[in-house]
T-cell receptor, first 114, second 113 residues
Framework: DTGVSQDPRHKITKRGQNVTFRCDPI?????LYWYRQTLGQGPEFLTY????????KSRLLSDRFSAERPKGSFSTLEIQRTEQGDSAMYLC????????????FGPGTRLLVL | RKEVEQDPGPFNVPEGATVAFNCTYS??????FFWYRQDCRKEPKLLMS???SGNEDGRFTAQLNRASQYISLLIRDSKLSDSATYLC??????????????FGTGTRLLVSP
């Protein structure tokens, strides 16, 4: 399968713990995006990378959130000191820089903070 | 006001029915428009782009009215497999020049036998 993959698919954690999610984009895609989706809402943009550079961050991305894409391939999203309000589906998407509006989404990581 | 507004539904229709979803957007500078489909507990997938001239893909027809900032999706001859949430999406240009996709809340469609 050459689509976008994410790991883990599900994560349950206690409030205050740190969690890290991984996204592997489609191999030839140089843009990678992170979104958050809560129940009954559409995905909300968090941040994006072009190759290894993080070029845009949403105001939704508090200081507890950090994302990296060290080699321009896979990306990680870390949430420190999780709060119950962080419970959501975290979606990763990728695209070519020449076709930024055609984004392919991964299956998401569903986070539950107890 | 939300950037993209949709009726969340659900729309309950019998198989074979025609159903239409509408969406309004607030940013008049938006240039690109899409419908995505999202199945329950799955990721969104691009259904179709929406062009000013309107476009059709099989049973699906999308229309754009720039003057009214309104987008529609028409599904003819509904199938059980069309049951999903349909997300209206527009691009929004930030001050940095970056164009992000802005999603509506989605309209849920339930097609029954």
């Amino acid at each position: 399968d050459t689509g976008v993959s994410q790991d883990p698919r599900h994560k349950i954690t206690k409030r205050g713990q740190n969690v890290t999610f991984r996204c592997d984009p489609i191999s030839e895609h140089n843009r990678l995006y992170w979104y958050r989706q809560t129940l009954g809402q559409g995905p909300e943009f968090l941040t994006y990378f072009q190759n290894e550079a993080q070029l845009e961050k949403s105001r939704l991305l508090s200081d507890r959130f950090s994302a990296e894409r060290p080699k321009g391939s896979f990306s990680t999203l870390e949430i420190q000191r999780t709060e119950q309000g962080d419970s959501a589906m975290y979606l990763c998407a990728s695209s070519l820089a020449s076709s930024v509006e055609t984004q392919y989404f991964g299956p998401g990581t569903r986070l539950l903070v107890l | 006001r939300k950037e993209v507004e949709q009726d969340p539904g659900p729309f309950n229709v019998p198989e074979g029915a025609t159903v239409a979803f509408n969406c309004t957007y607030s940013n008049s500078a938006s240039q690109s428009f899409f419908w995505y489909r999202q199945d329950c507990r799955k990721e969104p997938k691009l259904l179709m782009s929406v062009y000013s001239s309107g476009n059709e893909d099989g049973r699906f027809t999308a229309q754009l009215n720039r003057a009214s900032q309104y987008i529609s999706l028409l599904i003819r001859d509904s199938k059980l497999s069309d049951s999903a949430t349909y997300l209206c999406v527009v691009n929004g240009r930030l001050n940095t020049g970056f164009q992000k996709l802005v999603f509506g809340t989605g309209t849920r469609l339930l097609v029954s036998p």
